[in-house]
């Protein structure tokens, strides 16, 4: 009997303990039709929202911008006398327009691309291959570009929300006509998270969105994992990102942008460093620094963008500029080129660290097996 | 005498009603295209006894066609005005307003907004980027009119336009040196032009000063016709040259900077029209031309836009790209006139 009641407790304890994780209480409770607080959301890496929970499920997200999202759960009444200003999303969301890769990444990573009926990119931007079949299928419309979106089909459809990436921001006319046609948006500021793992840690966000709460849990676990599982002791190898436009400017990833913390905590050390440490994004180039910077690096990771055919060989990038042939790496061919879906993908930022962990410090033939770099031959 | 004058008449009388007809042919055409199928019927219903009130389709037309297509009609007007000012002003066909640096004026303003305050604020209210292109294009053609007091040849006064232009591009490519990819993308979209996105508020301040300035400007239609003859001529007439070139540049700007604060750069409207507005009434009278110029260039941009927007829908073509297509032989074709 004794050992009955420990089991029960400890069943109560475990339970108890998931949902402390998932950093919200459960949302079975009775209340109805009104806010009362109950916790605040547990993050532990993202810095661009927070969520309040309250009881009977309610949530409110609130992103850096300043917007406000209370989510209401299936079968509950909405609040009165709510802030002008908080969006409300009756849930459950089946309707969404998406417009923000690193969302349309993180809600595949929890199986909830199924609300997604439209999008403004086209079939051929998609490198997410799950986004890419729910085009083929009809499930996913294109709606036009991002600044110019077919408003009417908008107005038709009516999505329950539209996600858009931070290029609204410099649209507000968008956002605007947004608000007159009453449709409610959402800016997803993952890409502005600094730290890898806070990108993946947005999957929280669109959990509450899609009620897929657990599975949002259990991809960031598994992430946070595979980064702790690597546990790379620095390797003292020096590694630059970059890549070229057409133009022959070279723009070389900044020392505060996610990709090198990634480098980092892959186990290697990002060069150069010192380049703007407290930014994210990239800083054009002239030849001569570039060549100071990247002539004694070990490793390079090129950024491919290139829509259509991919450089394979190391000839391929030399022909873009013969400097390139005095590169160390180049000449000791550690050079490694990222995939297309590479800057789409943020589920699985954990596995792309294991990928550049691997790049470095393989010594037998795993980096031939990688899944978002390739090396160029 | 008298039959040749009874013909000229005859021929703007039916000139001004075809493109009367063109307009709202093209007003017609535009209201009943897009994703969302309407029957005429319904449409009329919506407009004229505002049926269906809260209705996708009400929508749809109160909110998206009717400002989107009016703002064309408005603005192409605007700026087809703007070309035959300065065509005038500088006594050459090529003269538009882009060529003198009004866009270039306005993109630098609107780059340095999206590059520089965009690092201290995170949201752009819509305003900030009206109120941004309006000032770029005012302030570069304020140097054109400071150089307009020293400068008396009309073709070094356009040379010194162009090179302003070129000035406030070389400013822009510097704050570009330092935008983000994101910034970058987004000044090159907003530097196409397009009519997508605007409200009945820009509506309202679009209407007050395109039609102020189109008023001021056919009040001018007498000294615009004598400065056509002649600065001597003019002056002979009692107009008071300097004050009347000042007049002219202005208004031709207040007329751009409008079309550039809401639309962005829209490119060769400007030239073309005032040209086949010409052609069209056999004259350069501008009592007849500018009226004509104002409906030409509304059906020429109700028309481009219908094209921008359903071509390759649901990607929505830049509006200069079609201007352009069909702009820009047209210019060719006009140089190769004024050779021969």
């Known amino acids: 009997m004794k050992k009955l009641k420990n089991i029960v407790i400890l069943c109560v304890m475990i339970t108890v303990g998931l949902f402390c994780l998932a950093g919200c209480s459960s949302s079975s409770d009775n209340v109805d039709g009104k806010l009362e607080l109950d916790s605040a959301m547990e993050l532990k890496y993202a810095q661009n929202f927070s969520v309040d929970c309250y009881k009977g499920g309610y949530k409110i997200i609130t992103l850096k911008d300043g917007s406000r999202y209370l989510t209401v759960p299936e079968g509950k009444s909405v609040p009165e006398n709510l802030d002008a200003d908080l969006v409300v999303l009756q849930l459950p969301l089946s ?5 923000s890769t690193s969302a349309a990444s993180l809600m595949t990573g929890i199986d909830a691309l199924d609300a997604v009926t439209l999008t403004t990119q086209s079939r051929d931007s998609w490198y997410i291959d799950e986004v890419g079949a729910a085009m083929d299928s009809g499930q996913i419309a294109y709606i036009g570009k991002y600044d110019t979106p077919d408003y009417e089909m908008l107005a038709a459809q009516q999505p329950q929300l539209l996600i858009y990436s931070g290029m609204l921001d410099t649209h507000p006319e968008v956002s605007d006509k947004f608000k007159e046609l009453g449709l409610n948006y959402l800016v997803d500021r993952s890409s502005d998270e600094q730290h890898p793992l806070a990108r ?37 190898k020096t590694v630059l990102a970059f890549y070229r436009t057409t133009k022959g400017d070279c723009y070389v990833r900044n020392a505060g942008d996610y990709l090198p913390r990634m480098i980092d905590l892959a186990g290697g050390t990002y060069t150069p460093g010192d380049l703007k440490p407290d930014e994210g994004g990239t ?21 491919d963008f290139s829509s259509t055919e991919q450089i394979t060989k190391l000839d391929e990038l030399v022909a873009k500029d013969p400097i390139f042939a005095d590169l160390k790496a180049v000449k000791n ?14 589920a699985t930022l954990g596995n792309m660290i294991s990928d550049i962990n691997t790049a470095i410090t393989a010594t037998d033939n795993s980096h031939d097996e990688l899944t978002y770099l390739y090396r160029l031959q | 005498m008298k039959i040749s004058s009874v013909g000229r008449i005859a021929r703007y009388q039916i000139v001004f009603v075809l493109l009367i007809f063109a307009l709202i042919g093209a007003l017609v055409f535009s209201i009943n295209s897009g994703s969302v199928e309407m029957s005429v019927k319904d449409i009329i219903k919506i407009i004229v006894f505002r049926a269906q009130e809260g209705s996708v389709e009400s929508n749809v037309i109160w909110k998206i066609r009717l400002p989107r297509l009016i703002a064309a009609a408005i603005l192409g007007g605007a700026l087809s005005v703007s070309g035959f000012l300065l065509q005038t002003f500088f006594r050459n066909p090529i003269a538009g307003p882009y060529v003198l640096g009004i866009s270039s004026g306005a993109k630098m303003f609107v780059g340095f907004t999206m590059v520089v305050l965009m690092s201290y604020v995170s949201v752009l209210p819509s305003t900030i980027i009206v109120l941004a292109a309006f000032a770029g294009s005012l302030l570069s053609m304020g140097f054109v009119l400071l150089a307009a007091r020293k400068v008396s040849n009309m073709s070094m006064l356009l040379l010194v336009g162009v090179m302003i232009g070129y000035i406030c591009s070389a400013l822009t490519d510097f704050f570009v040196n330092f935008a983000e990819e994101r910034d970058i993308a987004n000044l090159t979209n907003w530097s196409m032009g397009s009519f997508s996105g605007i409200g009945w508020s820009d509506i309202r301040v679009m209407s007050i000063i395109v039609f102020i300035s189109l008023i001021v400007v056919l009040m001018l239609s007498k000294p615009i016709g004598a400065y056509q ?18 007049l002219l540049v202005l208004f031709s700007s207040l007329l751009s900077a409008t079309v550039t604060a ?34 030409a260039g509304s059906v020429f941009c109700v028309f481009c836009d219908i094209l921008a927007r359903t071509l390759f829908a649901p990607t929505e073509l830049s509006i200069g790209t079609v201007t352009a297509f069909f702009g820009a032989p047209f210019v060719i074709w006009l140089l190769l006139k004024r050779k021969k």
């Open chain 1, 200 to 236: 993946v840690e947005w999957v929280k966000l669109f959990g509450i969105l899609f009620d897929k709460e657990t599975e949002a849990q259990a991809l960031f676990e598994e992430q946070e994992k595979v980064v702790d599982a690597i546990k790379a002791e620095p390797t003292g």
């Open chain 2, 262 to 295: 809401f639309a962005g750069p829209i490119a060769f409207v400007g030239i073309a029209v005032p040209q086949i507005a010409k052609i069209l009434m056999n004259t350069s009278k501008p009592i007849i031309i500018i009226p004509t110029t104002f409906l």
């Open chain 1, 333 to 346: 061919k550690t050079v490694w080129s990222t995939r297309q879906d590479f800057w789409q993908v943020t």
């Open chain 2, 229 to 246: 003859l002649g600065e001597g001529y003019a002056q002979s007439m009692g107009i008071n040259i300097k004050w009347f070139r000042i």
């Open chain 1, 95 to 99: 309707n969404v327009c998406l417009g």
């Open chain 1, 283 to 303: 800083t054009k180039m002239d030849s001569e620094t570039f060549y100071q910077t990247a002539v004694n690096a070990d490793y390079i990771i090129y950024i």
